[in-house]
């Protein structure tokens, strides 16, 4: 493999925006890592679509039961939706999450009501692997005028095992009074 210098790297893996106090063996390891994970692949057209993140999501959910208070969805893990090491991604879990939450919310508080997510917390405490199926259950845990709190929990649909766990906290938008 014939040897790298930081200057011949292509920006954003510059010399000028990592290199200065980086060993050139550490450099040559992070610029690899990057490499194998942004594989120089052509994004698909119809995935620069209106709403093609939303669809695809959608697409792993399957409604199970809707109650005041409480969602609960079956979830694929999809290989469109996997990490390098065919683990549910992350962002996957994140967007179910806020979706689910964004559902489950909407059983307590009006419609005419608008809604902003103000904060989302995930814990990923195991991982899901490729063409797992999941059970996606949302819970409010606190619902008042201003402030909505939703509880989602994932786990594996044969075992029971909690995999992960998110909450997420809605703020009423403020009718205007004209």
Known sequence: MERRSATDYPP????????????????????????????????????HR?????????????????????????????PAVTNIYHGFHGGAVA????VVS??????????DNELFLGELGISYLSSAQEN?????DAFVIRSGRNVTVIGVEFKMRETGKLLYTAHATFYTMPKAKL
Request: net charge negative.
């Open 102 to 111: 964004i559902a489950c919310a909407r059983t307590m508080v009006a419609e």
């Open 50 to 78: 209106k709403d093609f993140w939303s669809r695809l999501i959608a697409g792993l959910l399957e409604i199970d039961r809707v109650e005041r208070g409480r969602i609960s969805c079956f979830a694929s893990v999809k």
């Open 132 to 136: 797992a199926e999941l059970t996606v």
């Open 12 to 47: 954003p893996l510059t010399a000028a925006t990592i290199w200065r106090d980086v060993p050139e063996p550490n450099r040559l390891v992070t610029v690899n890592f990057f490499e194998r994970q942004t594989a120089a692949v052509a994004i698909a057209a119809d995935c």
């Open 95 to 98: 967007a179910i999450s806020e």
